[in-house]
């Protein structure tokens, strides 16, 4: 048995294994003295090949006495991690813990189904988005092996990817995974951040290529050099040398030891960095497969510009263009948010701070997904009233509470109901609503059907709006707009009647096919069954301002005209006691172009009755199934740490609940933690803090003649510990002017 150096225990104390001296005072509950002691490490003396024998066999005896322990205590601890896990799933119960729990796990139910048929929706729009550069560029990369005019240079793809650097993130993670199933080859992503020398650069190609971690951590600006073992003969080469590349894609029988490099943000890289790599894999051609893309956020004239000739004629290069963030933008929010999918609805203050950071801050689109989960889980996790959005199955009268009722009658929108009803003398049904439960679940019910109509009501003049091509802005736009305050025709109806008698049938034949087709991005499908009157009032005006353009061109009328448009106006020119007066006159109209002026007020009018929509927070209970809160998102995705801070230093009873520091209201005290007092201190300097000054003053305060009465070795240390947690959260930081002082740092709040 190998022997141990443990037979004098007292040599080793319980702080040798700390980094630095943590001092504890006299009687501080949970002082490490106070924990358990750690365990005497046990070095072996005897000879390895013996030390292994031993350390086999007590690992055999070890791993028997842990089977059956393992097996004694399986039963128990399945059940327990069931429970546990069941309770960590769980929703809390609101009203004060009155909520049922059958009414909370509904609600964590809901959300369960509702986000799952988001997130593949969402997913798919991804997948589209970028298809046709996939496909592409996997078409480029695998023929390009077989081309004969290519010769040994390097199959290069320049993918325009647009200012938005964001964006690149999802387009590389998808060629990534199309690449590698389209040829098979070794996919590795390069950002200059993380590739700043071509030591660095070889290191990532060469560790992302073989999937292994390199000794030592690998890091990209490490002085010490790891040696790895690649290869069948187990010999060893620099983690950044191709040579064991060669070897590993050797040893795995891969025929085309194709690696496809990509340069994420190919500007950001040094000329110089990308001229030696791309040489070096033109140097490996023949015995590695190199290809290589380039992310380009301007044009490919600039970053050739930016490479040696030399360099340039190395590679045999292609250009794709890719799908703008915008419109996957777009895709995403039509498809997760305003689509007839979506179970919750997110209101126009929300989605106009969503809209907004995406292009104030060039967010990327998965930190767009993310908001909007977060605000699905905001909703559903502390809003009772998210239970109304279960099916008619499992929302049972039961299973509303009279807390549900009393909530629903302290809802805006139900004062807003009463108070209509109330206006429109509609008496009975504003009492019962407020004094009867019955009368208000059987509205309650009603409202269901009456939000459906709504937001079918609501898609359906998006849609016609949008396929009329004659709104300005962009479709999230218009939606947030029309959420706000509701939707009709004026802001369009100049335009429809300046339209001319050719673009008008094209017109009405945009509104016919989008109202037998509806839309697959917003997953509305054609109402034409529900609107046969709209479709032949449209037909019929259609057909007759084609016949009545019929009928002008044979009389020799060039084109049909109506009052509204430009070319009824006529300039008339007076000359009186030798000065020219301009005036503006009506041209005369025919009776086809006065016909023609009517067809347009009847199609104005016709769309103005079938497209309108209503603001969201008009809606009774628009509550249950509607999110608009901006104050959870914003100090999630939009943290001001700075203003926190601040308030915790100036203000730490709200955090910390203790009675010591409740009398205090932002002014010094004995009784405020060390790094709250030395913060107030810090307020009332200047630019440049004197650090013996700042002790001075901090042991004034606490010191042994106040009410606290520190030793100055207790109070050193905390002095010194509130120091450096103000370091740390970002006020202070050394000044390189004076050795003795600390410079003050201002937070960007």
Known sequence: MAES????????????????????????????????????????????????????????QEGEAETERTQTQTTTTTTTTTTTTTAAAAFPRLFGGKESAEAAELRRQVFDTAWPVLDGRIKNVLREANRTTLEDVSSFIRDAEGDATRGTRIPAGFIITGPNIASQDLLFEQLSEALGKATQARFVRLRAAGAPNLKAALKKVIRDATAQVSIGGGGSDGDEDAEVAFGRDGRKYLDYDLEGLHA??????????????????SEAFESSLLTD???????????????????????VELFQARLL????????GAKFDVVQADLVLDNVFKSAIAGTQATLRLGPTLLRNLLDRQRDQVAGIRVFISSIKYAYMCHFYANPLSVLLADEKSLTRQLLQPDHLQAVRTLDSFKAHVEAAVDAR???????IVEDDSYL????????????????????????????????????????SALAGGLDLTPIIDAIKRLGADDVPALINRLLTAIQTGSPDLDLPGWEDEAEDLISSLSEIRDEIEALAEQAREKGQQSLKSKFTAQSKVLRTTVVAQKVQLSQDTAKLTEEDKAFGKAIDSLVNLLTHHIYSDPIDSLFLHEAWAYD?????????????????????????????????????????ATLPTTCILYQLYLETGSLVNVADLWSAYYALVGEDSDVGLGEREALVRFYRGLAELRMMGFVKQSKKKADHVAKVKWLL
């Not at 000739?309 to 045999?316: C, G, I, Y």
Request: charged content about 25%; glycine content about 4%; proline content about 5%.
């Open 5 to 60: 150096h443990d037979d004098n225990p007292a040599l080793f104390e319980d702080d040798d294994h700390r980094a630095v001296y943590i001092f504890t005072p006299a009687g501080h509950s949970g002082s490490p003295q106070q924990e358990k002691a750690r365990p005497v490490k046990r070095r072996k003396v005897t000879s390895k090949r013996a030390s292994s024998s031993a350390a086999a066999a007590e690992m055999v």
């Open 426 to 432: 509609q008496l009975n049904h504003a009492q019962s």
């Open 309 to 316: 000739k030399s360099t340039a004629r190395q590679l045999f």
């Open 277 to 299: 790599l791309l040489a070096l894999f033109h140097s490996w051609q023949g015995r590695i497969q190199f290809s290589v893309l380039f992310g380009i956020a301007t044009s």
């Open 441 to 480: 679940v059987k509205q309650m019910a009603e409202q269901r059907l009456k939000k459906q109509d709504y937001l079918m009501q609501l898609l359906r003049s998006l849609h016609l709006l949008t396929s009329m091509d004659l709104v300005p802005g962009r479709f999230t736009d218009l939606y947030v």
């Open 248 to 265: 590993f894609l050797s040893a795995q029988q891969d025929p085309s030891k194709r690696v496809i490099v990509a340069f994420e943000d």
């Open 629 to 669: 809160a901006e104050a959870p998102y914003r100090d999630v995705f939009v943290p001001r740490p700075g203003t926190t801070f601040e308030r915790a230093l100036t203000r730490p009873h709200g955090y910390l609940g203790c009675e010591c520091c409740s009398k205090t209201t932002g002014t010094l005290s």
